[in-house]
């Protein structure tokens, strides 16, 4: 990001013009006091939703003081990938005196709009946000009015904020799926879950079967909406699949947890891996745990994506150029799956 001056936060007044009411009565709606009507209540309300105005949290002798904390949503606190991410980010924000203060999406728009309004209510030094989440529209005006740097990660395709630090998943998929066509794979199979909500997977699972399909072949899929993204799903969606394509000869996974998952269950079930069916995974998350069996899959630098987003958002506040977008490509491990 070049130099410049932030989004202008929005005023109070500015929302009293919108809705025709003085300052003092926009002020008492959102404080919830005063006899105020409905009818005004609904005015005044609809007016800051459409400027994307949060009140200060903050009022009084804070307000005036330096935030020392920075905003980070991201969607699951409890998985590795984004606990990674989070340590990276906060070995370089913490040299410069910030903290975080963190918000679990679990990939709802609505609650990252909750969120938001929490977070930017309390004035922090800036925002690191997930993409890969659909957003609501008033969620996308209280970024667009915020009042501090954005730094988007994960999501390298669909830019957000001030820098976008990630990887491209559709790319991420179309390796894959190269991987599988090199060893001469013809009856290739896809297992996944909540793809309606995490917009990276689905658009992993896109490019993997957009190049598989170019070759002439087609993939079998087992997706299904409401299971975990955990080892504990892999089992479930594998035997699905063999059941209705018994011929399938390799899988590729939403993530490493649910091929480990599956792995397990095809040991007991008496399929050789990879003889007789081909595992992979991404994120690598496995590998850290491989003793005998090295899952196939993409490892992606998780610390690295957090230390990117941190040095990106201090630069910022820096007052230094900043490259406002940093793709950052997933490295291919060959296994013993596949």
């Not at 910030?98 to 929490?118: K, P, Y």
């Not at 994506?305 to 007052?319: C, F, S």
Request: charged share 20%; aromatic share 4%.
């Amino acid at each position: 990001m070049s130099k410049g001056k932030p989004p202008q936060k929005v005023r109070l007044t500015e929302v009293a013009q919108r809705a025709g009411v003085s300052s003092m009565t926009v002020s008492k709606v959102l404080r919830g006091t005063g006899s105020i009507s409905e009818k005004t209540s609904e005015r005044v309300k609809q007016a800051a939703d459409e400027l994307g105005y949060v009140p200060n949290s903050l009022a009084g002798s804070l307000s005036s003081k330096k935030s020392t904390f920075v905003g980070v949503i991201i969607p699951s606190a409890g998985d590795v990938i984004f606990a990674e991410i989070l340590s990276g980010i906060n070995e370089r924000l913490r040299p410069h005196g910030l903290n975080t203060l963190i918000g679990e999406t679990l990939f709802d728009g609505v609650l990252e709009e909750e969120i938001l309004r929490t977070m930017l209510s309390l004035q922090p030094a800036g925002l690191i946000i997930n993409g890969g989440i659909n957003r609501t529209e008033r969620g996308k005006v209280l970024l667009e009015r915020r009042n501090g740097p954005l730094i988007q990660i994960w999501d390298a395709d669909d830019s957000c904020g001030d820098v976008n630090i990630g990887l491209s998943h559709r790319q991420a998929g179309r390796r894959m799926a190269r991987h599988f066509l090199e060893r001469g794979y013809s009856s290739i199979g896809y297992v996944g879950t909540e793809l309606q909500k995490d917009i990276c997977a689905h658009q992993r699972f896109l490019g993997f079967v957009e190049r598989i399909e170019e070759t002439g072949l087609s993939v079998t899929c087992e997706i299904e909406a409401d299971l975990p993204r955990q080892a504990s799903s892999g089992p479930v969606l594998t035997e699905r699949l063999l059941q209705r394509a018994p011929e399938t000869d390799a899988i590729f996974y939403l993530n490493d947890a649910m091929a480990v998952g599956a792995l397990s269950w095809l040991h007991d079930a008496g399929v050789s891996v990879p003889g007789k069916l081909a595992v992979a995974g991404f994120n690598g998350t496995s590998l850290a745990h491989t003793i005998r069996t090295r899952v196939t899959t993409l490892d992606v630098p998780r610390r690295g994506i957090g230390e990117a987003a941190g040095q990106a958002l201090t630069d910022i506040l820096q007052g230094h150029d900043v490259a406002p977008h940093q793709r950052i490509d997933p490295v291919f491990v060959a296994g013993n799956t596949s």
